[in-house]
């Protein structure tokens, strides 16, 4: 069952109502009084509307009054969350059993509907409302605290009364926090879409909601008839393409994507340890930001860059900006019909296969084999997704769906991959350690 524990009110107390007056807020003030611990009603309300968004409960008016010491505020709140969860509407239920069913038995299905089902299947309006927040930049105009709905919207540069509507919407998930007189402050869901937040997810929300994602979205149904992607048929033009038309998506994109690569850059170089290569054949590198980074500590490397014409084309100038330019040969193209240069120690391909589909990341592979010829110490070095088998939750079974009606690629299990390099001519050397994204490197056979 969940519990409402004395460190989480700790932590919220400590976050919304500051210190006390004396002393530390532990086990031993469990029962002294708010008031002589030094906090008012209005710092008790604030973390009680905390407590609301955080575990969705629908607190009475007046029950502020009922809960004077840290231990009533425990009690109070661990009652109201186990009668929740007798009225079937808590998230305590098992959802898988033994025998894969559903097991409903402590709920009433028809207020799992309601709250769950309906949920999830009103997501994509969701979604939008989350993405008219984040571009209003609500999250960053109460970033320092709570504040009237009229000073909200005139900061953020809209209608008071409608936006009033639209964060209502949000903080009923939990997304934002209504606090006394129609004030509103962030909640940790609502952190997530601050402008300074590095862990914050708004290049996302902000890609999700795109023509260029959403179009293609509309005719799902046409992906998973047909097996086929949407992009052409819903925007008229290939991906690249529609990028190159519009520079503006195109400038978004390019962000988007570096905001991806250049999060963990440090962690991935030391998993590869290009070291043992004297040369490196980057295949779908985008803009060459990765491949500068490790010719940059590698002085002795040279290296080979592939993408799309568009893409790379903003490549020169990045690589001479960290001053490895003249050791990189660069070539536009589309990599499904490349004639992948020979000779290379080592092939990169980081992110680039989920694109494709198995027949077209089969024959890439095929022509990478081919041109490493007899060199048995060559190198595949496949950085992707490694999707968690069964139901456990991975953001990468989401980015599948994409693949899907995007590119018409999908992202692969650890069998799926291995499958697919055997097909190729390859095998993979050593155990990967298998994250969401992983690092599979691979040999010639
Ligand atoms: C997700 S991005 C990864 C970029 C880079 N490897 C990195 O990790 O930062 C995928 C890249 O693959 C390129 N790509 C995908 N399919 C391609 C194809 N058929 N030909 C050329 N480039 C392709 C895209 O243009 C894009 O730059």
Redesign the pocket.
Known sequence: MQEFTLEELVELIEAHAGEPDEGELDVSVVDVLFQELGYDSVQLLEVVSQIKARYGLDLAEGILAEMRTPRQVLDTINELLRSRQHDGMGNGMTVHTSSGAFDLSHNDASSLHAQQLLLLACGGRLARVVYTLAELGVADVVADGPLDIDTIAEKAGADAVSLYRVLRCAASVGIFVEGPTRTFGLTPLAEGLRSDNPNGVLPLVRYNNIELTHRPFDEILHSVRTGEPSFERTLGVS??DYLSANPEVGRFFDQF??F???QFVEEELEQYRFERFTSLA??????G??LAQVLKRHPEMSAYL???PS?VAKAGPLLEEFGVRERVEIE???????DVPAGYDAY?????L???NDE?AEG?LKEIRRKMGDNAAARLLV?DSVLDPGNAWDHGKFLDVDMLVL?G?RERTFDDWTALLRRSGFELVGQPNVFHWTLLEAKPV
């Open positions: 991906f690249p994507m570096s991806w690569s250049r980057d295949l779908g590198g985008g803009d930001f990765f592939y993408d799309y893409v536009g193209g589309d990599l499904t019909r490349a990169l391909l980081k992110a680039v989920h694109w494709q077209q890439i950085f590119f690629g």
